[in-house]
């Protein structure tokens, strides 16, 4: 039997859009995904897979006005502890723990400056499966004013060590980084949120193929500390990264 991913490990990223048949169609044709249903109680929502290997999922936003964004989740060995923690460390939990039918328990959460993060107790479905091939998940990274007060608030919640450089501070888990948590004075009329990054062979050619696609480019690529980078948008107004890896 396979076991939940550690503690602390970003395990999931889920989108929600107003347009799922136009996000679908355009990150199957970006990433090379393919979809299977999720758990009815999540509504209008699915998998989507790699060579069968599942990704991420998509859903449907039923709140008025809330924006389009991909949501990072972590995994978590008992969720309503965790949330009970996120409370206690000033965050809080907006959705949840609730029960995904057989798939996993659940929260979605804010941190005490406001970015929004999930937490996952995995059970029948522990998370992503594929590694860090062309359109999976490659990194995680919180974009915060206070970067001492996130580290902080993610080290107690996760019961993960951060490590911290000049650079960039790190959520560590067994030694190695997970996600990283970066400061950022200007957020450019921005909340602080938690950016996540796919994978590409050539974040140029992507790039490219975005605005094909009814996308758009708000950041060309460039390289930075995690590789050859560009920050990209979906049709509906979703934002996300990708990150250049090594053939």
Request: hydrophobic share 40%.
């Amino acid at each position: 039997m396979e076991l939940r991913l550690a503690q602390g490990t970003p395990c999931w990223v889920s989108l929600l859009t107003d347009d799922l048949p136009g996000a679908r169609a355009f990150y199957g044709a970006l990433l090379g995904w393919t979809y299977t249903p999720g758990p009815g109680q999540l509504g209008d929502y699915v998998r989507a897979e790699l060579d069968g290997a599942p990704v991420a999922g998509l859903g449907v936003s039923t709140a008025t006005g809330f924006p389009v964004q991909w949501t990072t989740y972590f995994a978590v060995d008992d969720a309503d502890r965790t949330a009970q923690l996120v409370r206690e460390c000033g965050g809080t939990v907006a959705v949840g723990p609730l029960q995904a039918e057989r798939a996993g328990r659940m929260a979605i959460a804010s941190d005490v400056s406001g970015a929004v993060f999930g937490l996952w107790q995995g059970e029948e479905h522990l998370g992503r499966e594929a590694g860090h091939e062309p359109g999976a998940p490659a990194w995680a990274e919180l974009l915060t004013p206070d970067a001492p007060g996130a580290a902080a608030f993610y080290s107690t919640v996760l019961d993960r060590p951060v490590r911290s450089t000049p650079e960039e501070s790190a959520l560590l888990v067994h030694g190695q980084p997970v996600a990283g948590i970066r400061h950022r004075a200007e957020l450019r009329g921005h909340p602080p949120r938690w950016r996540t990054h796919f994978a590409v062979r050539d974040a140029a050619l992507t790039a490219r193929r975005t605005v094909e696609l009814g996308g758009r480019v708000l950041v060309e690529p460039q390289d930075t500390v995690r590789g050859r980078a560009a920050r990209l948008a979906d049709p509906q107004g979703g934002h996300f990264s990708v990150l250049e890896v090594l053939p």
